[in-house]
């Protein structure tokens, strides 16, 4: 295992005091790694937390700040955070007009939020959930029951953190959310495996001339292996059954976004996203909307993901609303 | 050799033409691969062209747009450029003001933008040139006499930049980016080597339990080869020759980017960053401005760079100022 650590046991702990020294303009730290919007709670807006287990860095400390999240609750690396650091982030998130947890659909992540809003009820602080499973690979995998919750992600936080920013109230910010999930599709590829710190080794193995197409943000296994093909041949093996699965077609218009999974260079997130514009294009569907980068990762490995996100006009303005956080800026 | 491409021989093209739509609120593309910022040069400001072997993303063409660069010119992967598309850029980049070349201290780069800047002298387009050459590691290299121009470009490019869009003339933006320069410096480790398309194999070997100080940003050999040691000892190996060629010490305030390779997980990088930091504390000296991320990258390489800029009051007004590129974006 070559990686830039120290203790296995301190990467996460290091690593978030790290990245909230460097962006200390954004954000502070509280108990329990929790990485809250500096400042505090902004008063009579609705709180917005996610969280979840590490390794998938922006995600989601990277999007707390001006119109995103109020707070993020990391975990071990690939590992759910427990209820106590989510009941620190749901309180330091709430001025009192409710907060909403968007939760990634894993098992352990489900089950802690859901601790954890009851928790923070019991303190009378009111909390909505929105689950995001957007992952059309597979139906039930390793840590999930449903569809796993990916890349898309970062859209659901965008988008109902700007409903949020602008003074929607709780019920409106979960429909927005709720909404976001609802009409946004991912699939992913990995072209090698990453390692967790504490384990020591890959998390699963694939031969040289193999991918797994399909694979989830922790090396779940996907659809299939097959053999390695071109980046246009692999764009659509990823495109074509989310343009499926999500019915969009003739006339709309959708947000793309290609995601990498933390390993692969830039040149090579750009060629899939040429070419699942192009193929979107040829269906008669609009890319009004393109976020291309490194958003939702798997530490180091190498592979990307494509998401489409039907857009209405609101969903537009939302997302074109002004956001100030480590890795998501314009209009700030 | 595992790669997100189609035909090697189009990597770049398609990466750059993925790129430009993606991102064309910003950008244009121009004939030779030249990315340019959208809506062309703007009338009485200097414009600021950089290039170089592409592979590097984002540089240069994340930073092209407000604030930053006018045009950028890609190269081949890890190759540089011509003439003919370095005078395509100039020619956009310039409004009668004059034109900044920012090139990276490579001898193909100093070549062949000295042989652009006598076409486009030829054709009334007055151009200053600034090398940057940052990278304390070795004093002449594979491809460089001299040193060579690593991470801290990024840092030249955007305060000149910002000197340019205030109104800065030639002759003043020509030493705001010389003064970045000469007080900057860099260097970095790879865990892992990269592997350029067309070669479809990596550029160097490393053990398993080997790690390269002082690598250059095409994988060029380093200073040494030592054990994998922990981040904090690594960290030291790339700050300690900085701060000390640089010669800041207590009392002064300085600029830390912790860039990544490629393949480095951002989690890796805030690690770097956090013992970085609290190295330099403890000499006395303040780290006023933090950037960290992957700025200048070499494809997968998994590894990362430690640079440090001695700030000045003007240089921090310089470097806070607005910018609006694909990869670097605050206050627009």
């Known amino acids: ?31 329990g790694l929790v990485v809250a919007r500096a400042g505090g709670a902004v008063a009579g807006k609705v709180g917005i937390v996610s969280g979840g287990g590490s390794g998938h860095e922006p995600l989601h400390a990277g999007f707390v700040g001006v119109g995103m999240l109020d707070a993020a609750v990391p975990g071990a690396m690939f590992t759910s955070p427990t209820p106590d650091p989510i009941v620190v982030a ?3 998130a709430d001025s009192g007009a ?45 840590y999930t029951a449903g569809r796993r919750g990916v890349a898309g992600t970062v859209l659901v936080e965008k988008i109902a953190g700007a409903a949020a920013e602008r003074g ?34 890959p998390s699963f193995e694939l031969a040289d001339d193999e991918i797994e197409i399909g694979i989830g943000i922790h090396g779940e296994p996907g659809r299939r292996r097959v053999p390695l093909a071109s980046a246009d041949e692999i764009t659509d093996m990823l495109l074509d059954p989310v343009v499926e699965d999500l019915g969009v077609g003739e006339g709309e218009e959708v947000l793309l976004l290609v995601n990498g999974m933390g390993g692969t260079p830039a040149s090579e997130l750009a060629i899939v996203y040429r070419h699942a ?10 890319v009004a909307r393109s976020l291309v980068g490194n958003y939702v990762t798997s530490l180091e490995m190498q592979g990307a993901s494509v998401t489409v996100l039907r857009l209405s006009e609101s969903m537009k303005e939302l997302y074109d609303a002004p956001v100030k956080t480590a890795a998501l800026r314009w209009g700030l």
Chains 1, 2 share one sequence.
């Open 98 to 142: 409710g907060v909403l947890h968007i939760v990634k659909n894993y098992t352990g992540d489900v089950l802690n939020f859901e601790t954890a809003a009851e928790l923070a009820d019991a303190e009378d602080i009111e909390v909505a959930t929105v689950i995001v499973n957007d992952d059309v690979a597979v139906e039930d995998s390793l």
């Open 277 to 286: 514009r192009a193929r979107l294009e040829a269906r008669g569907i609009t």
């Open 90 to 92: 749901t309180k330091a």
């Open 168 to 201: 929607d109230d709780l019920a409106a910010v979960t429909q927005v959310a709720t909404d976001v999930n609802a009409n946004m599709r991912s699939m992913g590829v990995a072209l090698t495996a990453c390692t967790v710190p504490h384990a020591g080794k």
């Open 1 to 31: 295992m070559k990686k830039l650590i120290n203790d296995p046991t301190n990467a996460t702990s290091e690593a978030v005091e790290g990245f909230v020294l460097a962006h200390s303009d954004l954000v502070t730290q509280l108990d």
